[in-house]
């Protein structure tokens, strides 16, 4: 009996060892990254507003490296838009972005907000898109000297120095949700949903 023992023991031990060998023989290591690094995050578990996940980026970014968090976890600073995800990201899902092929080349600083009743707004460029969240008005805005990745969802309060933007967003999107007199979520999910 004792000797059986001895015989499994030592095949459970060549087997271990033959599996870390095995292993050992095809894993890469984590790639290492350094704060201010450019990288590019992996989208496959990140939700997005494409209409399928088929046609989403493989890819985001690039992102800047804050920091390392942990052995394999970095900080990224990610946009405004993305305000809602966590932004520690294991190393398995971050690739370095290719350097700049103009080198010295340095990126237009955004223009800073301006200043109305004492108070920063930020200039609108454009209106993308309109929905409903928590049963507030929301409107995409894309900000004036900012890339689309950092367009944002706004309350309509915050983009009421941009009337004639949301009237022409409007115009253009008639069946969008919107305010018009009368128009609650309710009206707006009747008037779409049971035509």
Same mark, same amino acid.
């Given at each position: 009996?004792?000797?059986?023992?001895?015989?499994?023991?030592?095949?459970?031990?060549? @087997?271990?060892? #033959?599996?870390?060998?095995?292993?050992?023989?095809?894993?890469?290591? @984590?790639?290492e990254?350094?704060?201010?690094?450019r990288?590019?995050?992996?989208?496959s #578990?990140i939700?997005?507003?494409?209409?399928?996940?088929k046609?989403?980026?493989?890819?985001?970014?690039?992102?800047?490296?804050?920091?390392?968090?942990?052995?394999?976890?970095?900080?990224?600073?990610?946009?405004?838009?993305m305000?809602?995800?966590h932004?520690?990201?294991? @190393?398995?899902?971050l690739?370095?972005?290719?350097? #700049?092929?103009?080198?010295g080349?340095?990126?237009?600083p955004?223009?800073?907000?301006?200043?109305?009743?004492d108070?920063?707004?930020f200039?609108?460029?454009?209106?993308?898109? +309109?929905?409903?969240?928590?049963?507030?008005?929301?409107?995409?805005?894309?900000?004036?000297?900012?890339g689309?990745?950092?367009?944002?969802w706004?309350? &309509?309060?915050?983009? @009421?120095?941009?009337?004639d933007l &949301?009237?022409?967003?409007?115009?253009?999107?008639?069946?969008?949700?919107?305010? +018009?007199?009368?128009?609650s979520l309710?009206?707006?999910?009747?008037?779409?949903?049971?035509?």
């Amino acid at each position: 009996m004792k000797l059986a023992q001895e015989e499994a023991k030592a095949a459970l031990a060549k @087997a271990k060892d #033959d599996m870390a060998r095995y292993y050992d023989q095809r894993r890469i290591p @984590a790639p290492e990254y350094k704060p201010g690094d450019r990288v590019y995050l992996d989208a496959s #578990d990140i939700q997005t507003t494409r209409p399928s996940k088929k046609l989403s980026h493989r890819y985001l970014g690039p992102y800047t490296i804050e920091r390392q968090v942990g052995p394999l976890a970095y900080k990224l600073r990610l946009p405004r838009s993305m305000s809602r995800l966590h932004p520690v990201f294991n @190393a398995v899902k971050l690739r370095l972005a290719p350097p #700049d092929p103009i080198p010295g080349r340095r990126a237009r600083p955004p223009p800073p907000p301006t200043l109305i009743d004492d108070e920063e707004w930020f200039d609108v460029e454009d209106i993308l898109d +309109s929905r409903f969240f928590r049963r507030k008005l929301q409107y995409k805005v894309k900000w004036k000297g900012y890339g689309y990745e950092d367009a944002s969802w706004e309350p &309509v309060e915050n983009v @009421a120095h941009a009337r004639d933007l &949301v009237r022409e967003f409007h115009r253009r999107h008639p069946d969008a949700p919107s305010r +018009s007199a009368g128009c609650s979520l309710w009206h707006w999910v009747r008037r779409t949903i049971f035509r």
